[in-house]
C-alpha cells in the first residue's frame, strides 16, 4: 500500500516529479563525469610520474612538479645504493606550439622506461637520444602536430627534428613529447636539473631505508612512495577538493529540486494526509511516505544519472582529442558514493516536508469540509 | 482480523463527554459550550442542531481527531487525551463517515477501503474478504476495482461507509452523511448505515439536520448554542 501511494503521488503530478529525477540525475551525471575524469586524469599523471617505479623524489615543499629542482648527480648516487634498482631522472616542461596551447615535454635518458614500454609506431628506442635535436611524439601530439620521422616541428620557441613516434595509454604522453634530458635541460634552461626521480627498489621492503636515507642525505629533496604521492601531492589533492566541490554542488542544487517537489507535494495535498490519519495512519507512517517518495524519486535520479553519467563517459572517451586523458570507467566505490550521496541528498531535501506532513491535524484540513 | 467488535465490555457509555468546551481562534469564537453526553453500547443517537451549533466539532473530539480546550472525553471507558490514546481508538474502535466522503480520488474503491487495514497493520487477505463482505452489503462489489472519480455520489457515500467499517469499529460517528446527497439517495445511504449498524452492532452517533431521517434513530440529541438539549426518545 505504501508503494501504491507513493506512486499514485508522484503520478499526480508527473512533470514535476521528472523534473525533480532528473535533477537529482544531471547532479549525479555531472559528479561522476567530473570526479571520474579528474580521478582519471590524476591517475594518469601519477602513473606517468612513478612509471614502473616505486618511489618519486622531487624538491621538497614544492607545489607543482614543474617547479622541482632535483640534481641530476643525485640520481646517479642514488642508482649506485644498493637497494636500488633503477634511479631515472625526468625534467617536465610545458610548451606551446602553433594551435596547441599545451604540450608536455618530457626530458629523459634514453634508458627511460617510458620509452622502453612504449609501442613504437615509428623509429625505435635506439634513435632516441643519439641526436640531441631528435625528439620522440606520442601518437597523439604526432596527429596534432602533423608531423613524422625525419620532418622538423617547431615546440615552443625551437625546431627539432622527428626520430619516432610512439603509442601509450596515457594521455599525457600520448600528447607529450620526449625529448633528451640534456636538450630538455638546455631549452628549459636548466643545466644539470630534473624536476624528479623516479626510482625503482630492488625489493619494496626497503622503502622505509630508502626514504630515510633520501632524507637524510638531500635535505632538501622528499621521497614518497607510489600512492603516498597521489595521496599527498597538492595538485591532485585540489584537483580531487574540485571535482567533489562541483560534484556537491549539483547535488545540493539536486536536493533543493526534490525539497521543492515534495514541499508542494505535501502542501496540496494537506487534505489527504488529513484523511490519512482519521483513517488512523500514525505521524510515523505519514513521515515515512513522504520520506518513501522522496527516496523514490533519489534512487530514480541516481540510476538514470549513473546511465547518464556512463553514457557521458563513453561519449567523451571516444572523442579522439580526449584520447587517454579520460577514464570511462568509474570506480565502484565512486558509483556506491555517488548513489548514497543522492539517496542522502533527497532524504535531506524531506525532512522538512516530512515534518511538516506529521504535524498536520485531521481535524484542522476536515473541518471546513 | 476476527469478529470480534471493537467495543467496551464495560457496562458505561461508549461515548462520554463531561463538560466538554471548545472554542476557535484561541477562545474568541466559543462553538462548544459544556457539553455533556452519553452514548451507550449499541446505541444509534442522531445529533441534531442548525449549522454552526457544534455537532461536527463535538463529533471530532470524540473521534479523537480534536483535543477540547476543557473537560473530558472517554471513548470504551478511556480518557483520549494523548496521541498514543487516540492512534488504537481511531485504528479499532471507531469509524469515521464524514459529509463529504474523503476519499482519496486517484486510488480505487478496494484501496480506499484497505486503507485503515494498511494503517492497522492487519493481514491483507483478511482485510479483503472484510471488504467483499461490506462491499456486497452496500452492493459495491461490481465496483471495487473502479476509482473514486468514476463512482456516483452515493456510490462514494456508500464506500465511506465501507472504508468507515473495514476494522470492525464498535462505534459510528457520521457527519452529515446524507449532507452532500439527493433526497433518495440520501435516504438509501441513511437506511444502509442503519442497517450495518444493526446486523454489526455498531454503536452510531450521526450528526444531521435531516429530522426525518433523525427520527429513525433511537435517541435524538438536540445541540443549541455549543450545548445539548437531550429529548426524549423518538419513535
Known amino acids: 500500500m505504501y508503494l501504491r501511494l507513493i506512486a499514485t503521488n508522484l503520478s499526480r503530478h508527473r512533470v514535476r516529479s521528472l523534473l525533480s529525477v532528473a535533477g537529482i540525475a544531471f547532479s ?47 640520481a646517479v648516487e642514488m642508482a649506485a645504493w644498493p637497494q636500488v634498482e633503477r634511479a631515472n631522472p625526468v625534467l617536465f616542461g610545458v610548451v606551446t606550439s602553433g594551435s596547441q596551447p599545451v604540450i608536455t615535454c618530457f626530458g629523459v635518458e634514453a634508458n627511460d622506461p617510458r620509452l622502453r614500454k612504449a609501442t613504437w609506431t615509428s623509429g625505435n628506442p635506439a634513435s632516441f637520444g643519439s641526436d640531441e635535436n631528435g625528439v620522440v611524439l606520442g601518437q597523439r601530439a604526432a596527429a596534432f602536430l602533423a608531423a613524422s ?35 630538455a635541460q638546455k631549452y628549459f634552461r636548466k643545466e644539470q636539473m630534473s624536476s624528479a626521480i623516479t626510482v625503482k627498489l630492488k625489493s619494496r621492503d626497503d622503502a622505509a631505508e630508502f626514504k630515510s636515507r633520501v632524507a637524510r642525505q638531500y635535505p632538501e629533496l622528499i621521497a614518497l612512495e607510489d600512492e603516498e604521492f597521489s595521496r599527498s601531492y597538492s595538485q591532485f589533492r585540489i584537483l580531487k577538493a574540485t571535482a567533489w566541490a562541483v560534484g556537491g554542488c549539483g547535488l545540493l542544487l539536486g536536493g533543493l529540486g526534490v525539497a521543492n517537489t515534495m514541499i508542494m507535494s505535501v502542501f496540496t495535498r494537506i487534505r489527504e494526509i488529513a484523511i490519512l490519519r482519521a483513517v488512523g495512519f500514525s505521524r510515523t507512517q505519514i513521515g515515512r511516505l513522504v520520506l518513501g517518495e522522496s527516496v523514490t524519486i533519489s534512487a530514480l535520479g541516481a540510476v538514470a544519472g549513473l546511465l547518464i553519467g556512463e553514457l557521458a563517459l563513453s561519449l567523451l572517451k571516444a572523442i579522439p ?4 586523458y579520460v577514464d570511462a570507467s568509474p570506480k565502484p566505490v565512486l558509483i556506491a558514493v555517488v548513489a548514497a550521496l543522492a539517496l542522502l541528498t533527497g532524504l535531506a531535501g524531506a525532512i522538512y516536508p516530512m515534518f511538516y506532513a506529521m504535524r498536520v491535524r485531521a481535524v484542522e484540513a476536515l473541518r471546513f469540509e | 482480523m476476527n469478529d470480534t467488535r471493537h467495543t467496551s465490555t464495560l457496562p458505561g457509555p461508549v461515548l462520554l463527554a463531561e463538560d466538554v468546551w471548545k472554542g476557535y481562534d484561541g477562545g474568541e469564537v466559543p462553538v462548544l459550550t459544556g457539553v455533556n453526553l452519553a452514548v451507550a453500547a449499541g446505541e444509534t443517537v442522531a445529533l441534531c442542531g442548525p449549522s454552526g451549533c457544534g455537532k461536527s466539532t463535538l463529533l471530532h473530539l470524540l473521534g479523537g481527531l480534536d483535543d477540547p480546550d476543557r473537560g473530558v472525553l472517554r471513548v470504551n471507558g478511556k480518557r483520549i487525551d494523548s496521541e498514543n490514546a487516540r492512534l488504537p481508538l481511531l485504528r479499532h474502535a471507531i469509524g469515521f463517515v464524514f459529509q463529504l466522503h474523503n476519499l482519496i480520488p486517484d486510488l480505487t474503491l478496494e484501496e480506499n477501503c484497505l486503507l485503515p487495514a494498511f494503517a492497522a497493520g492487519l493481514d491483507k487477505q483478511v482485510a479483503r474478504e472484510r471488504l467483499r463482505e461490506l462491499a456486497t452489503r452496500t452492493g459495491l462489489v461490481h465496483r471495487l476495482g473502479h476509482r473514486i472519480q468514476k463512482l456516483s455520489g452515493g456510490e462514494r457515500q456508500r464506500t465511506a461507509i465501507c472504508r468507515a467499517l473495514m476494522n470492525r469499529p464498535g462505534i459510528l460517528l457520521a457527519d452529515e452523511p446524507t449532507g452532500s446527497l439527493d433526497e433518495k439517495t440520501g435516504a438509501q445511504v441513511f437506511d444502509l448505515l442503519m442497517e450495518i449498524a444493526a446486523v454489526e452492532g455498531t454503536t452510531l452517533l450521526m450528526a444531521t439536520h435531516d ?25
Open chain 1, 28 to 74: 549525479v551525471a555531472a559528479m561522476l563525469a567530473v570526479i571520474t575524469i579528474l580521478q582519471g586524469a590524476v591517475g594518469m599523471f601519477s602513473n606517468l610520474l612513478t612509471n614502473d617505479s616505486q618511489i618519486i623524489v622531487f624538491e621538497k615543499d614544492v607545489s607543482d612538479l614543474f617547479f622541482s629542482n632535483v640534481p641530476v648527480r643525485a
Open chain 1, 149 to 183: 620521422v625525419g620532418e622538423s616541428v617547431p615546440i615552443g620557441h625551437a625546431h627539432f627534428r622527428v626520430v619516432g613516434t610512439l603509442k601509450t595509454s596515457n594521455g599525457f604522453e600520448d600528447g607529450g613529447v620526449f625529448m633528451p634530458l640534456k636538450a
Open chain 1, 321 to 324: 582529442a580526449l584520447h587517454g
Open chain 2, 211 to 235: 429530522r426525518r431521517l433523525a427520527s429513525h434513530c433511537a435517541r435524538l440529541v438536540e445541540m443549541h448554542g455549543g450545548r445539548i438539549d437531550e429529548s426524549d426518545r423518538v419513535e
